[in-house]
């Protein structure tokens, strides 16, 4: 029975030091977290996406408990002067006079970069339990244009994996959906993955009110279309897998890739004779008619 007791008090001896070995080593990490400078944070942070052609501005970063970080905004843009590769510029540079549509998303003559993104309040937030399975992963969140982002992102040795849904986002004066040419109202929900230095990119936009022409075809303004979907993915080129807009009586599919600065692809126009504009789009479309009621546009542009 002795003999017992002493058994169970170096069982409870080996325990309390293991708990005090964890407590030390914990408050030697949390030490070394406050000890870390919130500029040198940024400066991370700012320098991840090198050879992406993306640059991140970091407005009113504060580090919280447990290796947690809160940055007020985040601002994401090209790092060179775009063209648009899919749409012309927008209404207002055209002669339109509604003011709630953004003036073209372009930069200046010394070719300084355009605004793609930014995010509003973002929290990052690592998990404790994929640091103890050695595959280190951070939960990000935050706000865009009045809707949601949610994302994780998987460290590994190369290029981290990246997961991010995006809900309930307004369209209008989004940078990075009017770089494509779509302008006006509606509600964008999007995934993006990647893995392996591959991505893809989904979209949707329901209850669409747009501004505008589709490109290079005056005769079909795009108020037209009422839903719009997308899916688009990044190897060593960008490929416009599907880009599809639908309204009474017309569907529209874009397709091609983008690579060396050049997009190469076809626009596909479907119609019937319920569309309101037939007539008139039947006849600016006769030289690149397939069959009936169907055509297709080839379409390159240099980026």
């Not at 037209?224 to 599907?242: A, Q, R, Y």
């Amino acid at each position: 029975m002795v003999k017992t007791q002493s058994q169970g008090g170096k069982g409870d001896f080996h325990i309390k030091k293991l708990l005090i070995s964890l407590l030390i080593l914990f408050l030697c990490a949390w030490g070394i977290w406050f000890a870390i400078p919130e500029s040198f944070i940024a400066s991370y942070i700012k320098d991840s996406p090198k050879g992406q052609n993306v640059d991140i501005e970091l407005i009113g970063l504060k580090k919280g408990l447990f290796y947690t970080i809160n940055i007020e905004r985040v601002l994401l843009n090209t790092q060179q002067k775009l063209n648009n590769p899919l749409m012309p510029p927008s209404p207002t540079s055209a002669g339109g006079n509604n003011q709630s549509i953004s003036p073209p998303l372009v930069g200046g003559d010394k070719g300084e970069g355009v605004p793609l993104l930014t995010i509003q309040n973002m929290d990052i937030d690592p998990d404790p339990l994929s640091i103890l399975k050695l595959t280190p992963q951070i939960n990000i969140n935050g706000q865009v244009n009045l809707g949601t982002i949610r994302g994780l992102i998987t460290m590994k040795q190369r290029n981290p994996d990246l997961y991010v849904v995006g809900k309930n986002i307004q369209i209008n004066g989004l940078s990075i959906i009017e770089r494509t040419g779509i302008y006006g109202d509606g509600t964008l929900n999007f995934k993006f993955q990647r893995a392996d230095e591959k991505g893809e990119f989904t979209f949707s936009i329901e209850d669409a009110k747009l501004k505008g022409a589709l490109p290079g075809i005056g005769a079909l303004p795009l108020n037209v279309f009422k839903n719009v979907k997308g899916l688009l993915t990044i190897e060593d080129t960008l490929n416009v897998d599907s880009l599809t807009m639908e309204g009474k009586g017309i569907y529209v599919r874009i397709k091609g890739k983008i690579k060396e600065s050049n997009f190469d692809g076809n626009i596909e126009i479907m119609v019937d004779s319920s569309f309101d504009l037939y007539a008139v789009l039947q006849a600016f479309l006769e030289r690149y008619k397939i069959s009936m009621g169907y055509y297709v546009i080839p379409y390159t542009k240099k980026i």
